[in-house]
């Protein structure tokens, strides 16, 4: 078995600072390993996730049966088993799913929190919650590592174990969950809601599906890849949803070290040496590319954005290596949701909460869908019960499938 030894210098630099819960230098450490910090999860890798998405989420729409749930919840769930099933491969026996998820919600609650590490306090909390789940994490990774299980990104982490300490790969495994979680279930969020917003794109995307679901009867299996490579209206909905309330507000880091004074942007000297931070959102959101870019609109994909207007998954060496596996889950579980179920957003626009990344707020009203051959998911965004988001209700009389 490997030793995990002291870090070394260059290991060092890359360590969360002492006492921290944020961000780790994800991309660094994977450069530092695979000199490809894009890597970590291959196409290979993408393809074979579809039946362990389609699994996850078929244990989830159930679960909504016959009660008001929280959507923008459900979706937190769904996007955090889907990053475990990502990190640990599909053996998730050994992992005890609650109580990380536990752990992992109190990290998230109180990471944005005044960093009081007082008893009572949200940061204390959040504080303690971490070091449970480093030690959940390492217990996992040393039993992997008896056990050379390769599986997930932890397999990927453990092979460079040579460059990689153990706090090293926990701070990785934190982050990727971090990553993957809140931006996929606020984008799903809003998905759900616009489309419930809207009949007519709601039944383009019906249409696209039911054609798949028909073809997967007739050949008696369960969705793929290569079927979610033919849902470009579905896809679009995706980019709609990215781009507009949901556009990632995530920021990329523009180290200006161009020699001279600096650079120049329109009437602005940006000075050598200086780190910029462009918001995308407001790029994704400026009337100068996009026409009524406030508007839910997935038809304006049809045509490519000009280079660089539309960067929701970032751009150079740190954009997310996460992309195509968000947009597979995002598909999956759109084509359950459309072929299966029908919804309806109950309390509209009640306006945007950013915690940190855009959810519909509380505060509005249930109202029934109509439909009586489907079975109808009725959501609102209710006050006063917990989380906030979009809540959905299952009703009876769902078509059969
Ligand atoms: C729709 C969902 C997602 C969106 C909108 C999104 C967006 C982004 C953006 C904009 C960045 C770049 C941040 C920067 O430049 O500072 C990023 C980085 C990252 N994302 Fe995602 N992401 C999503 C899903 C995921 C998923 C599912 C995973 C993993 C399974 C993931 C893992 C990562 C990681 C590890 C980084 C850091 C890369 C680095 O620092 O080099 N993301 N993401």
């Known amino acids: 078995m490997a030793k995990w030894s002291e870090p070394n210098k260059k290991q060092k630099k890359l360590l969360l600072p002492p006492g921290s819960m944020g961000w780790p230098y994800i991309g660094e450490t994977l450069k530092l390993y695979t000199q490809n910090p894009r890597s970590f999860y291959s196409k290979k890798l993408e393809r074979q996730s579809s039946p362990n998405i389609e699994r996850i989420v078929l244990g989830l729409l159930p679960d909504w049966e016959n009660k008001i749930i929280n959507a923008h919840n459900e979706m937190k769930r769904f996007s955090f088993d889907v990053a475990m099933v990502a990190i640990f491969g599909t053996g998730l026996k050994d992992i005890d799913m609650e109580k990380m998820r536990d752990f992992y919600y109190r990290v998230h609650d109180g990471y944005n929190s005044m960093p009081i590490n007082l008893l009572g306090f949200r940061y204390h909390r959040a504080m303690k919650a971490r070091k449970s789940l480093d030690e959940l994490l390492k ?68 249409k696209e599906q039911e054609e798949i679901k028909r073809e997967l009867i007739k050949e008696k299996r369960g969705l793929t890849w290569n079927d979610t490579r033919k849902m470009p209206l579905t896809t679009r909905k995706i980019h709609a949803g990215d781009s507009g309330d949901t556009s990632s507000s995530k920021h990329c880091i523009v180290h200006i070290q161009r020699s001279g004074r600096g650079c120049r942007v329109p009437r602005i000297l940006i000075p050598r040496g200086w780190k910029v931070l462009p918001l995308f959102r407001s790029i994704h959101h ?35 290596p996460g992309n195509e596996l968000a947009k597979l889950e995002i598909l999956v579980l759109l084509h359950h949701l459309t072929t299966k179920y029908r919804w309806e957003v109950v309390c ?43 809540w959905v209700r299952r009703m009876e009389g769902a078509r059969a499938s």
């Open 286 to 320: 400026s009337s100068d590319f996009f026409i009524d870019p406030e508007k839910f609109d997935p038809s304006r994909f049809q045509v490519a954005p000009r280079p660089n207007t539309f960067m929701p998954f970032g751009t150079g060496v740190h954009s997310c």
């Open 139 to 206: 217990k996992i990774i040393t039993k992997r590592r008896e056990n050379k299980d390769g599986g997930g990104l932890v397999g990927t982490l453990l092979r460079s174990i040579d460059q990689l300490t153990d706090s090293q790969v926990t701070d990785n495994l934190f982050g990727v969950i971090f990553a993957a979680q809140d931006t996929t279930a606020s984008i799903l969020t809003w998905i759900l809601k616009h489309l419930s917003d809207n009949g007519t794109l709601l039944d383009l995307v019906m």
């Open 348 to 390: 509209k626009d009640d306006g945007v909460e950013y915690r940190p990344f855009p959810v519909p707020k509380q505060g509005l009203q249930v109202k029934r869908s109509p439909s009586l051959m489907w079975a109808a998911v009725e959501m609102c965004f209710c006050q006063g019960r917990g989380g906030g988001g979009v």
